[in-house]
C-alpha cells in the first residue's frame, strides 16, 4: 500500500501544482476585480444609462449564485459550442478545457465575492462618509482612502472562506477534462483499482492546501487588523 | 455665512420651518435647543452634508439656491471652506492621528507631504497632543480623539468651523480638555457655530446665541440677554434651567 501511496503522490501534487492552485489563484484573481466592480456598480448613486449597466450586473449576481457551479462549467465547456450564429459565430464558441475552467471559476467567485463587498462596503460606518466628505473628498476618494480599506478588513474572513471553497471547488473541473489532482487520482484509482486509498489520498492533500490557506488567513487578518486592534495605551 | 428662508422635510416632519440665520464671522454662533429640533439638521445644511429642500444659502462667493440643483462642484467648494467636528468623532480608524490629520491638506488640497505634516504637528501640539502622532484612533480616550478631530477640521484652514455636540459623548474632565480648545480658538476669532447642551460653556463662549425649538428659531442675538434671570421669554428661561441642572 505504501508502495502505491509512494508513487501516487507526486503525481497528485504535480497536478495540483500544474492545475488545482493556478487555476483557484488565477479565477479568484480575476474574480476579485468583477466583484469589487459589481458591488461598486450596485452602490453607485449614478442614475440615466448608468440604471441599465446596474441590472445587468444584478442579474449576473443573481444568475452565478442561484445555479450549481457545476451546470455552469457544462454549459459554458460543453454548451457554448452549439452557440452558433449565422456569420458571427458560424462555429460555437469553443475553448481550451482550462480556459473554461477560469472564466466559470471568476464569474462565480465574482458573484458570490460582490455580495461579501457590498456587505463589507454596507457594513462602514455612514460618520466615515460623512467625516471624508466634510473634508471635502469626492466619492472617488472616499470610496478608495477611507472605505475600502475598512471594507477590505471586513470582507477580508468571508473571503477567504470563499477562496478556500473555491480550492476544493476546482475539483468539479475534472468533469470538464482538466488533468487537476482529483481527475488524476480518478485515473490511478481506476488503473490500481484502490479507490479508497485513492480519494483518501487526494482528500488529505487538499485538507493539507487548505489548511495552508486557513492559516494564511489568521495572519492577513491579524497584519491588516493590527492597527485597529492595537492595545489602549492610555485611558 | 447667511441662510434665508430654509425650509427641510423629512416625509412628513417639517424639519425646518421657514428660518433665517446669519453666522458672523470672526464670531462663536452658538446653537441650543430641546432634542429633535432640528440643531443639527441646520449644521449640516452649512456644509451641504444635508440638503434644505428650499431656501437659499449665501456664503463667501457662494450664493446657492436650495430648490435648484446643487452640482458636485459647489458641494465641495462649499465642505473644503467648512470644517465639521462630529459628535463621535468619525476619525479614520485606518489612519493614524497624523494620518488623519494630514489627509485633507494632501488629498484635498494637494499640499506637499513635509508641508501637511509640518501644519499637522502644529496643529496637534495646539490641542495638546504632541508625541500622539502615531497613535490609532482607537488608542485614545474620547477626549484626545475628539481633539484630533478639531485638529483635522482646522488642517484645511476653513473659513468656519462647524461643531455638532462635540462634548456630549464624553465625561466631565474629558469634557473640559475639548472646551479648553474650543475656548482657545473662539479667542484667536476662529469663526465658529457651536451645537451644545452645555450651558455653562454656552454662556461663556457664544457671542450670539440660536435657540431652536420645533424647527424654528425662537431666539437669535445677543447672549446676556439670552442667559438673563429676566429673559422675557418664558420658554428659554425653563430650557436654560433644566440643561444647567443636567450639567450639575
Ligand atoms: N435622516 C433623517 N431622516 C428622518 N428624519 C430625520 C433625519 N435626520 C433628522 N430627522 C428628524 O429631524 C428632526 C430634527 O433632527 P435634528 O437631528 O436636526 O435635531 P437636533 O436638534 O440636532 O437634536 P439632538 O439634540 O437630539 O441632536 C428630528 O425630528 C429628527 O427625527
Ligand atoms: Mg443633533
Redesign the pocket.
Same mark, same amino acid.
Given at each position: 500500500m505504501w508502495e502505491i501511496v509512494r508513487e501516487s503522490i507526486p503525481q497528485l501534487l504535480s497536478a495540483g501544482f500544474k492545475y488545482t492552485i493556478p487555476l483557484a489563484i488565477i479565477s479568484f484573481a480575476i474574480g476579485l476585480v468583477l466583484a469589487l466592480l459589481s458591488a461598486l456598480t450596485r452602490l453607485s448613486q449614478k442614475s440615466g444609462a448608468f440604471l441599465i449597466l446596474k441590472a445587468i450586473v444584478r442579474f449576473y449576481v443573481w444568475l452565478f449564485r442561484s445555479t450549481p457551479l457545476l451546470v455552469q462549467l457544462f454549459i459554458v465547456f460543453f454548451g457554448l459550442p452549439y452557440l452558433k450564429i449565422k456569420g458571427i459565430l458560424p462555429h460555437g464558441v469553443r475553448m481550451h478545457p482550462f480556459t473554461a475552467g477560469i472564466i466559470t471559476f471568476s464569474l462565480n467567485t465574482g458573484a458570490y465575492a460582490s455580495e461579501t463587498i457590498r456587505a463589507s462596503i454596507s457594513a462602514v460606518p455612514v460618520g466615515q462618509w460623512e467625516a471624508a466628505s466634510a473634508i471635502g473628498m469626492t466619492r472617488l476618494q472616499t470610496i478608495w482612502r477611507v472605505i475600502l480599506p475598512q471594507a477590505f478588513r471586513i470582507a477580508l474572513p468571508p473571503l477567504s472562506n470563499s477562496f478556500i471553497s473555491l480550492v476544493k471547488d476546482t475539483s468539479l473541473a475534472a468533469s470538464i477534462t482538466i488533468m487537476e489532482m482529483f481527475e488524476v487520482s480518478q485515473q490511478i484509482a481506476a488503473e490500481n483499482y484502490q479507490p479508497l486509498l485513492m480519494y483518501s489520498l487526494v482528500a488529505v492533500i487538499y485538507a493539507l492546501f487548505t489548511s495552508v490557506l486557513s492559516y494564511l488567513q489568521g495572519w492577513l487578518e491579524h497584519y491588516f487588523n493590527h492597527e485597529v486592534n492595537a492595545k489602549k495605551v492610555n485611558s | 455665512m447667511k441662510l434665508t428662508n430654509i425650509n427641510?422635510s423629512?416625509?412628513d416632519?417639517h424639519?425646518?420651518q421657514d428660518i433665517s440665520l446669519d453666522f458672523p464671522e470672526h464670531k462663536t454662533t452658538v446653537?441650543v /435647543?430641546?432634542?429633535?429640533? /432640528?440643531?443639527?439638521?441646520?449644521?449640516?445644511s452649512l456644509n451641504l452634508l444635508?440638503m434644505p429642500d428650499s431656501g437659499h444659502y449665501d456664503f463667501d462667493d457662494f450664493h446657492l439656491d436650495f430648490s435648484q440643483k446643487i452640482t458636485n462642484k459647489q458641494k465641495l467648494a462649499v465642505r473644503r471652506s467648512t470644517g465639521m467636528v462630529f459628535?463621535d468623532y468619525n476619525l479614520f480608524p485606518n489612519h493614524t492621528v497624523l494620518g488623519n490629520v494630514i489627509e485633507g491638506p494632501t488629498q484635498v488640497l494637494k499640499q506637499p507631504r513635509e508641508q501637511a505634516i509640518a501644519t499637522a504637528k502644529d496643529l496637534l501640539n495646539k490641542v495638546g497632543l504632541s508625541g500622539y502622532e502615531k497613535h490609532y484612533p482607537n488608542q485614545l480616550s474620547g477626549g484626545q480623539a475628539q481633539r484630533v478631530a478639531i485638529a483635522r477640521a482646522l488642517a484645511m484652514h476653513p473659513k468656519y468651523i462647524l461643531l455638532?455636540?462635540p462634548t456630549?459623548a464624553l465625561d466631565p474632565e474629558l469634557e473640559q480638555e475639548v472646551l479648553r480648545v474650543l475656548l482657545q480658538l473662539a479667542h484667536e476669532k476662529q469663526s465658529m457655530v457651536v451645537?451644545t447642551?452645555n450651558m455653562i460653556f454656552a454662556q461663556r463662549v457664544a457671542n450670539k446665541i440660536i435657540f431652536?425649538e420645533h424647527?424654528q428659531i425662537l431666539y437669535d442675538g445677543d447672549p446676556k440677554e439670552f442667559f438673563s434671570p429676566d429673559n422675557p421669554n418664558e420658554r428659554i428661561r425653563k430650557f436654560i434651567a433644566s440643561m444647567t441642572m443636567k450639567n450639575l
Open positions: - | 427641510k423629512f416625509g416632519n424639519v425646518l446653537m /435647543g430641546p432634542s429633535g429640533s /432640528g440643531k443639527s439638521t441646520i449644521l449640516r444635508g459628535q455638532d455636540e456630549s451645537v447642551h431652536v424647527g
